[in-house]
């Protein structure tokens, strides 16, 4: 008896401090196994954050960095500290300190030169048609020995005697700059350095913006209209013809997307393949035909059809999960066909929509290729003008920024999206 | 297999693998830039083959939009990879300004066959500290002759006239040199263009004449699609670069007419960018492709005309067409009547504010 007594309470130690200690190597073994997990990942986090993630944001930095008129003009934003636009034109302190900084450039050789050249561009884009007044400016300035500068510098033009250019300079003079945001929005500074409208003729961004979001939400819901029937027939249908189906879907999605948006330019053109067809039935006349191509209307067809795979294999892969018994089920206990596919089928399919949506809709937002192709002049959206203003005009900080208030905005719809119908209720099948 | 046999296959594949690398490693070659289409293959046979065939440089030649974006990223991330870029002039002096293009010593070129020096040959203001010039381009309009039974548009502003000549148009996509045009057809003398385009009411009044035909206009980028949409009956009449256009009447023989009033001519430039891998073979090819036979060759192949001046008497058929060339370039006294040379000082300074306020309008 007092065996198991003693057996009894030695089991019952080894359990309570048995217990504590599991708990404890527990932890630690799981904290070790995550670690190796973790480990294992490891390169391929470093690749992603070194090829991918680190220039994306150097790329998006740009948008605020302006370091140019800063390192180009070292005395003049001293001597335009005190100076506002209210007051008329800066003292000559300003003056005698900018030809200082263009003839000191105009010294330093190449790299001084190209300085110059910078400085001019980015001027420019501030305040149209001041490149040539500073390149010229910066030839003459090595010329002018002594004061007093002002009257000097208006003779060689006469932008110098009006205070936009000082403003502009002295804005652009901190190293980091919100006009790229403000500019994305149409806001601009103005002389006196208040936030004001852009001249209505050069507003265009708040309208981009509304009809990318415009373009992009009738693109999900046409692939939605269009992609749900398709998948359910996909679905329903037995293995061997339901497969054969599927290429039919796949095929396209695995043709170039040039080829597919070229070939809409020959079926909707003019006297492409669905007018020619409309014409010989006599719906058409041959002249005053529709336009169907080059505009939105080319964009949006062209659009839907290349994202509609996006849509139709989510949501055929969630179909696929579902069992044919509940509609049976739904069916036995009185429902109509009608109200069962309502009420049973369909919400058990809204994760697959939720995924379809999402994907297509993120996909549409950042499209480029099919706008710029078909698009015309009404079917531009906001990614044809970050590609512009980095290819032509070379505004570079100026497309960062609309990346980046492009990249805000999807995530913020994602957040949204997480909030409403919720991310683990999304599945890919 | 033995030992030795297998150290013996090991050691020969090895080598001829170096062998290999060694051979590659030595063949040296240039990445020449251009425009596309047409206009690319009239320099792959005027220059490209022949100076491969001269000297033994190979040139991969590469596409591009236009623009300096590519050449500004090379640049500033310091790996340049192309060698040599064909440029307009606005690019020319805004990349040279920027630092972002090598100097070019023009005592490489050599002189015309008479003798007189290259400084002299070249058309007058055309050699620039970073860039040489090849050909002188220009836009224009064109139409489809099948288009238009009776009266034929004869100038610039038949081009807006759509209740004369109904139908749609192309223009390219941006504010040059659409704007010089809707002030030409508007009735602005030539040496005036410019002054007026200066001024706010004179850009009113350029983006009111675009207003009358917003609704009947199509928007072309690249070089080839104004052929095409006129081809595909798309549009009736397009603006276009000129050699494009004579490409297709004289190679594929279509149906199209150059209206030459009111051309917006200009340059076409080599340079190269800061730090190009083969600065060396891209001055020689520079040096080759710019002399007075080169430059009269490529006349041969497509209508843009030759920057040197003792090219043009040597300027002979299309080389395969067979028909005279030279009536054909942007500079025969016929064609250059209305002709206004393309201000790139004025590009240069309001190009940015302009394509913004071109976009806007082509937005609302």
Known sequence: MAQTAAIDTAAAGIRVADAVNLK??????????????FLLTAPLLLVLSVTFIVPILDMLFRSVDDPVVGRALTRTPAALADWNAADGLPPEAAYA?????????????????????????????????????????????????????????????????????????????????????????????????????????????????????????????????????????????????????????????????????????????????LLEILAWIGLVGDQGRPQLIYNMTGTIVAMTHILLPFMILPIYSVMRGISPTYMRAARSLGATPALAFYKVYMPLTVPGIGAGSILVFILAMGYYITPALVGGQDGTLISNFIAFHMQKSLNWGFAAALGAIMLAGVLGLYWLYDRVIGINNMKLG | MNRTFKLATVALTSAFALGLVAAQAQAESITVVSWGGAYTKSQI?????????????AIQSEDYGGGLAEVKAQVEAGNVIWDLVDVEVSDLIRGCDEGLLETIDHSILPPAPDGTPAAQDFLDGSLYECG??????????????????????????????????????????????????????????????????????????????????????????????PPQMLADGEVIMTTAYNGRIFNAIATENKPFEIVWDGQVWDLDLWVIPKGAPNKEGALKFIAFSTDTQRLADQASWISYGPARKSSVAMIGKHAEAGIEMAPHMPTAPENFKNALLNDFEFWADHQDELNERFNAWLAK
């Open chain 1, 24 to 37: 404890a190597r527990l932890r630690r073994a799981t904290a070790r196994s995550r670690r190796n997990a």
């Open chain 1, 97 to 273: 300190a900018l030809v200082a900084d263009l003839a000191g450039l105009r010294k330093g050789g190449g790299d001084g030169k190209a300085l110059i050249g910078k400085f001019a561009t980015r001027l420019n884009f501030e305040q149209p048609g001041v490149r040539s007044v500073i390149t010229k400016t910066a030839r003459k300035a090595p010329k002018l020995k002594q004061g007093p500068y002002k009257d000097a510098l208006i003779k060689i033009h006469k932008k110098w005697g009006q205070p936009e250019i000082w403003a502009a300079i002295q804005r652009l003079s901190t190293p980091y700059t919100s006009v790229h945001f403000l500019a994305s929005l149409d806001l601009h500074y103005d002389v006196d350095g208040e936030i004001v409208a852009q001249p209505e003729v050069r507003q265009v961004y708040i309208t981009i913006w509304m009809r990318t979001l415009y373009v992009s939400g009738l693109v999900t819901l046409l692939c939605v209209l269009l992609g749900y029937p398709v998948s359910y027939l996909l679905a329903t249908l037995p293995q061997r013809t339901s497969n054969l189906l599927i290429i039919m879907v796949l095929l396209p999605f695995w043709t170039s997307l040039l080829v597919r948006t070229t070939s809409w330019i020959v079926v909707l053109g003019q006297n492409g393949v």
């Open chain 2, 132 to 225: 040489v010039p090849t050909i002188v381009w220009s836009t224009i309009y064109a139409y489809d002759k099948t288009k238009f039974p009776g009266a034929k548009p004869t100038t610039m502003a038949d081009f807006f006239d759509i209740k004369k000549f109904p139908g749609k148009r192309a223009m390219r996509k941006g504010p040059k040199p659409n704007l010089e045009f809707a002030l030409i057809a508007d009735g602005v003398p030539t040496d005036q263009v410019y002054e007026i385009l200066g001024t706010d009411a004179g850009v009113d009044r350029a983006f009111a004449k675009l207003d009358s035909v917003k609704s009947s206009m199509l928007w072309w980028e690249a070089g080839a699609q």
């Open chain 2, 45 to 57: 046979k005027a220059y490209h083959e022949p100076f491969t065939a001269k000297t033994g440089i």
